[in-house]
């Protein structure tokens, strides 16, 4: 008895030995290759679709260098394409891209056909603005973060992980940019994403940004190059009267140039300009006395 049961224990072995290869392969007749024929016409764009659009596009020319991407998704096909389609067993699909070009300033829409790879529309608008607010702003991460000068104040407040740090515009909800002799500039500032304090933003720096050209167009640090404020103009209708402080307990409050003392505290100040030409004062705590 025990020898039977030791040669059926055998032959199951070998059965099953000889089964799991077929199965493993059966199994990978129906992978990604499989799967990606029987996707809803609907899905969204997968990875590879989204780097074969951008593929496309490059075999076609279409991407400059100064070329940015503002988006890409999947081109929704009619109701009656995705009844016919599901009826079918297949997914025509389709990938809309939207681009900008910084040196041209055209904004372009194309389609790709993701079945035969082509590019089966194109077109441009007229020279303007960028269409989405977010194009902007990916320029302005790219040109500030690589500018030597930001890193090096960066460092000097203590941020050497750069993507602690978001670049914004100094530039309104529907505001144009700005332009000179051709190109459009704008202001920035930068701010740390995981500060929590009620302004995060990271002080006494002052940019104008070529976006045509992908340079920085000035840069001040106010934080250790303090400058002097402009002095105030009065009105001619309307004279500022002299500002008198009276501290019958003694003095609680000095001023040498920049520097305060406020009862317990010692702190500095520094003006830094603005797009305008308005001037902005930024105080910051140095240490408790």
Known sequence: MKGRSHLLKYL???ILAAIFPLLYMTRQSFGPSAQASQRHPLDPLSKDEVTATVTVL???????PETRFASIYLKEPPKEQVVADLTAGRARRAAYALLYNWTTRVTSEAVVELGQRELVS???????DPPARSIIINRLQEIVKADARWQQAARRRGIDDFSRVSILPELGEGQ??????GDRFTGAFS???DDASAVPAIMG???DVNLTRGTMARFEDARFFPTSPAPARKRA???LRPLQILQPDGPGLRMQGTFIRAGAWNCTMWPTKTER?????????LSPR
């Open 237 to 239: 209708d309307n004279p």
């Open 277 to 285: 030409g308005g001037v902005r004062f930024f105080t910051e705590r």
């Open 58 to 64: 490059k075999d076609a020319g279409k991407l400059a």
């Open 191 to 193: 701010f740390l994403r």
């Open 12 to 14: 199951i072995a070998i």
């Open 176 to 181: 144009r940019l700005r332009e000179q002799n």
């Open 122 to 128: 194109w077109k441009d608008w007229e020279p303007s």
């Open 205 to 207: 720096l002052n940019m």
